[in-house]
């Protein structure tokens, strides 16, 4: 559906949760897509590792932030962290957008672990 996040952004929400449960699956199959998305190789690195390292818009980092939080702390979430997000340029529906990606990868890599589902492949190589 619509949404007020570009599908990099998505990528980005992905590897940062992933990177932070350390899922091989989408850290591999994530990363790829960030670097294809983005046409810079070493964001996409940068992301897997330290997404802090790279040079990202205000706007990523208010996301990326969030979506850390969320993924680490969910029961701190406070309205000051929504605020951070709209101050930022996100709307309310954005900020749906942005918990429901990160949830939906938090419960994906817990998946993956589950089941030891590997990357294929291809995606080592992908957009480098």
Not at 18 to 42: E, F, K, M, W
Not at 76 to 98: H, N, P, S, Y
Request: charged residues 25%; proline residues 4%.
């Amino acid at each position: 559906g619509e949404s007020g996040l570009t599908k990099l952004e998505r990528e980005m929400i992905a590897v940062a949760v992933s990177s932070i449960n350390h899922c091989y699956y989408c850290l591999t199959a994530h990363g790829a897509a960030v670097r294809q998305l983005s046409g810079d190789p070493p964001l996409g690195e940068m992301m897997v590792m330290n997404f802090r390292a790279a040079d990202l818009s205000p706007r990523q980092v208010a996301m990326l932030e969030f979506t850390v939080k969320l993924t680490q702390e969910p029961a701190k979430i406070v309205e000051a962290d929504r605020a951070a997000l709209r101050q930022a340029g996100f709307t309310d529906r954005d900020i749906w957008d942005i918990a429901s990606t990160a949830a939906f990868f938090n419960m994906s890599n817990r998946v993956a672990a589950a089941i030891d589902m590997r990357p294929n492949d291809e995606y080592h190589a992908m957009a480098r």
